[in-house]
C-alpha cells in the first residue's frame, strides 16, 4: 500500500500525531485536503468578501503548520482547529479598526442594562436561521465564536474549558452572556 | 439536505469551495516555513518573527 493512501486511512489525530514528529509537508497536505473547505467557510463568517477569506484560510493553514505542536489531544482534532479558526478570525477583526469604525453598529451590549437571563437551548433552536446569521453578525466576534464553537460544531463545555483555559462557571457565564447577545440582537433586527 | 432543528447547524445552506489554486499557495508557504524552521531553529528560537513576511492578513510589526 502507499504511503499516501495509509495518510488517507488515519484518523484526525493519528495524522497529527505523526505530522507533529515527522514535519512532513506530504502530510499536512493530507491534513489540509481535509479541512480547506470547512475552514473557508468558517472565515466567511468572518470576512467582508470572498478574498478575505481566502487570506485569512491561507494565513490559518500557514500558521497552523508553525503551530501545529501546541495541539495536546484535550478535544478531537477538528474543535481544536475550529477554535484557532475563530482565534484567528477574531484577532483579524479586532485588528481592522478601519472595519471596527465601519460596523459602528456592532458592540451590541446585552440587554441594554438589563440582567442576563438564562436562556435554554430550546429557544435558542427556535431562532429562524438566516435571521440569526445578521444577529451573529451584530456581536462581538468572540461571543459569536464560543457560540458556533458550541451549536455549531458541538463543543462540549469541558471542550470550551481546555480550548479557552477557562473553568466551568466562567465557561457557563459567557455562554450566557453571548447568548443573550445574540437573542437581544435577533429580537431587535429590523 | 435535511433541515436541523439547530439553527446554527442551517446558518450556511450553500457551502462555499476554496479554489483549488490556494492548495499550491499554502503548500509553498509551508515549504518555506519548514525551511525557515529548520534554519533558524539552528541559531535562534525566534523562527516566528522570521516567518512574519510570509503572512497576508498580519502587519509584520504585529506578529509575535
Redesign the interface.
Known sequence: MSLPLLHKRITDEKLVKKLISSREPELFGELYDRYADKVFNKCCGFAIDLQEAEDLTQDIFLLLYIKIGSFQGRSKFSTWLYSFVYNFCVNHVNRNKYRKMKDSSRNFEEGDGNPLQEIPDSSLFELKSQKLKKALDQIEPEDKSILLLKYQDDATIKDLMALLQIGESAVKMRLKRAKNKVVNAYHNLK | MQKN?????????K?????VE??K???D???I??LF?DLTFLVTDS??SA?KG??????SN?FN
Not at chain 2, 457551502?15 to 479554489?19: D, Y
Open positions: 432543528s439547530n439553527p446554527f447547524k442551517n446558518l450556511n445552506t457551502p462555499k469551495q476554496l479554489p490556494i492548495r499557495k499554502v503548500m508557504d509551508v515549504a516555513a519548514s524552521m523562527y516566528p516567518l510570509l503572512f497576508k492578513t498580519i502587519d504585529e
